[in-house]
């Protein structure tokens, strides 16, 4: 049982503070979308941190468990936070997520389809206009489609 489901025991449905960790993978002025599976919405890969993981080797993980890459040599591309990061789950769970997102164009592996999506693939800027973008990561891939390489903190 993970952490989530251990404090659900406690807490129910009420908003839980959580961190999530991702990883805007660019490959030729693309980026990497994965279609998630509980929502049929598009996204970066990542996912929440566990109790004493490090953000950056969670980030990593995540990636590498929802796409077969495995990132290198990431950096610190923004923190995100608002209300916006404010997400109620089709069970009812609550959560209020602080993500914090790192940046590479460098990494080993083969793109691989997990139970976790529906599919992934390099998308460019102008095509992300017609993909429905999961509301959580709608500020982060916005960045990186403006170009806003610097640390942004929201």
Known sequence: MNYIQKMRQHVGH???????SGVIVEQDEKILLEQRADNG???IPGGLIEIGEKVKDAAIREVTE?????PREITLFGIYSGEDYMVTYPNGDEVYSVTIVFYTKHYDGELTI???????RFVSREEIMNIEINPPHK????????????????
Request: net charge negative.
């Open 14 to 20: 009420d908003c839980l503070i959580v961190i999530g």
């Open 41 to 43: 919405l598009w996204g």
């Open 139 to 154: 500020a982060f891939v916005s960045d990186w489609v403006n170009g806003n390489n610097e640390i942004n903190i929201y």
């Open 66 to 70: 929802e796409t077969g890459l495995i």
């Open 114 to 120: 997990s139970k976790e999506s529906k599919k992934l």
